[in-house]
């Protein structure tokens, strides 16, 4: 059905500022560091709102691409993420990485809608299969040459060949540039050892692959 709510428009019309206007906002929210717009977002700034979902909606469809491939599943996903956290806005504690705080909530939806697909780790360390396929897009990698579009496709296809927890962290440190302990947040690992190793299982698999 094409006639699913944008959960901006739940935002109070006085601030669906014009397309002409929103230079002057996202220039305005540029200037400022992530916590200083995640702190005007909780403070009530229904702008730093819209300027959130505007700048996250395509990098979260992106990331989520890498699970599924259902691309209405996707933006549902995303507009109830984003309809919870402007409901719960008063909730949420501060953050340095709106992004990080973005993934670690949406990787927990993805978990429970996708529960034939995708598990939550246990703490016993056993978790059943589920599909993760590195598909990155041209526009996601800074290619100067046509050496780095050759790397960037040798590495997906040899990402693509390692187990999904492996190429799941791979995914988060190479193409993300999550820290550790965030890719263990995010993985529910509830160990940085333990992305660590994840890690680093991954990389020596993917110099066996490609020698």
């Keep these: 059905m094409e006639n699913r709510l944008n959960v901006c428009d739940t ?3 006085e601030i669906q500022f014009e397309k002409k206007d929103n230079r002057k906002f996202i220039s305005y929210f540029k200037s400022k560091s992530e916590k200083e717009v995640w702190d005007k977002f909780r403070g009530g700034s229904k702008q730093a709102f819209i300027f959130i979902y505007q700048e996250y909606f395509q990098i979260l469809f992106n990331y989520v691409f890498q699970f599924t491939k259902d691309r209405a599943q996707i933006k549902d996903r995303l507009q109830e993420l984003f309809f919870d956290i402007y409901k719960k806005r008063d909730s ?3 953050t340095d990485s709106i992004k990080f705080y973005l993934y670690r909530s949406l990787r927990r939806r993805i978990s429970k ?8 780790i246990f703490s016993n360390g056993q978790e059943q299969k589920y599909e993760f396929k590195v598909d990155i897009s041209v526009e996601n990698i800074l290619i100067k040459e046509e050496d780095d579009l050759l790397w960037k496709t040798k590495l997906e296809r040899g990402m693509n060949r390692l187990p999904s927890r492996q190429k799941e962290a791979l995914y988060y440190y190479f193409y993300e540039n999550f820290s550790y302990k965030e890719i263990a947040t ?3 690992t509830g160990k940085v050892k333990s992305a660590r190793t994840l890690i680093y299982r991954g990389i020596d698999s993917l110099k066996m692959i490609q020698n």
């Design 113 to 120: 809608s996708l529960q034939s697909k995708i598990t939550s």
């Design 186 to 188: 995010i993985m529910g």
């Design 11 to 13: 935002v109070e019309p």
């Design 92 to 94: 949420p504690n501060s």
